[in-house]
């Protein structure tokens, strides 16, 4: 794969507040990538100064090996689908796709064979003489989408484009989305604030906090190995232990020694983050290393699995909260008050100073 956009040393201020600081980020063609962060990180703004909507205070854009830095955001060559749709409402569908279409002087019967090839694809043939308020918000979302591909754009943009729709609908739509994305071949990047959207769909992750890019991976590297607390914090639930580094391989907590991947040779203070299905109450054989017993204090219902929270002499004040299914608690009439080995597994600890 070829790089496809290029930012080098972007920057955003208002004011004294600084949206963005120094950001470097390379994408390559085809690729699905995803910009996660909570609210104010300044992904949004990146995505936005991407779009010419918003003029970066430093730092250049290339697209395509052509230099987009101060180019008007018609003669960028990107598609852009909002959270709030912003379909036209006099509009009907055809119209509303065709809309860009009509811009570039395309001839008629062109357009409308366009517009009924790309309603067709996403999933909606047949609604072109409707008008939006005609429709649910996901077939609005899938209009909007329909009209950001009309004109073929080398570059999808989707600003938290799911967002407004409730949780089943959201879920069949991103996964059709991509699948979209998929066939077509079109560079997409997309700003989600979920973190499960995230994973679900992207080829890449990039997760921003404070204007700055804290981590860029696949959906596995940034879950399974984070390179910042933050990362390791905002990225799926995760357990936070305070610890000491005793020597290569080893640990302790509170007063309890435990192994620990890890080639820190010096004692020092650090927090270890440990998700909570790498809190194992099976299978644990004699000989297991990291093994201790627990009470459990809360259970917390989610469908086929539970969250519980337990507490052990071994790891001194803290929780550890462990995903356990419905069937194992079933099985071992566990509940609140009950008690379970657990162990931690040694190469899933992640240690930070």
Do not use: W
């Amino acid at each position: 794969m070829s790089t496809f956009l290029r930012l080098r040393g972007i920057g955003k201020r208002f004011g004294d507040f600084s949206a963005l600081n120094n950001v470097d980020l390379d994408i390559e063609k085809g690729e699905f990538v995803c910009f996660l962060g909570p609210s104010g990180c300044g992904k949004t703004t990146l995505l936005r100064i991407i779009a010419g909507l918003e003029t970066q205070s430093a730092g250049s854009i290339e697209q395509a090996g052509r230099d987009i830095s101060r180019l008007p955001p018609a003669q960028r060559d990107y598609g852009i689908v909002f959270q709030s749709y912003a379909l036209f409402p006099n509009l009907t569908v055809a119209d509303n796709v065709a809309y860009g279409l009509v811009n570039r002087k395309v001839p008629r019967a062109q357009a409308r064979a366009r517009v009924q090839e790309l309603v067709a694809l996403v999933g909606l043939p047949g609604s072109e003489d409707k008008y939006p308020a005609q429709l649910s918000g996901g077939q609005q979302q899938r209009i909007a989408l329909a009209r950001a591909l009309a004109t073929s754009p080398g570059l999808l943009l989707l600003d938290e484009p799911l967002s407004a729709l409730d949780a089943i609908v959201r879920v069949h739509l991103r996964q059709e989305i991509r699948s979209l994305q998929r066939k077509l071949g079109v560079t997409t990047i997309m700003v989600t604030h979920d973190q499960e959207e995230a994973l679900s769909v992207a080829d890449r992750i990039v997760v921003m906090n404070h204007g700055v890019i804290e981590q860029v991976g696949t959906p596995m590297e940034v879950y399974r190995d984070p390179a910042t607390p933050f990362v390791a914090d905002f990225v799926g639930r995760v357990n936070v232990l305070s610890a000491v580094a005793d020597g290569a391989g080893r640990v302790r907590i509170g007063n309890t020694p435990f192994e620990c991947a890890h080639d820190r040779r010096d004692s020092a203070d650090v927090k270890i983050y440990l998700r909570p299905e790498d809190v194992l109450a099976r299978p644990i054989a004699p000989g297991d290393s990291n093994v201790f017993d627990a009470q459990i204090e809360k259970i917390e219902f989610l469908g086929a699995y539970c969250l519980v929270r337990a507490a052990s002499p071994a790891l001194g004040p803290h929780k550890l909260t462990v995903y356990l299914s419905l069937n194992f608690l079933a099985e071992h009439r566990l509940e609140v008050g009950g008690s379970l080995p657990l162990r931690l597994l040694p190469e899933r600890m992640r240690l930070f100073a």
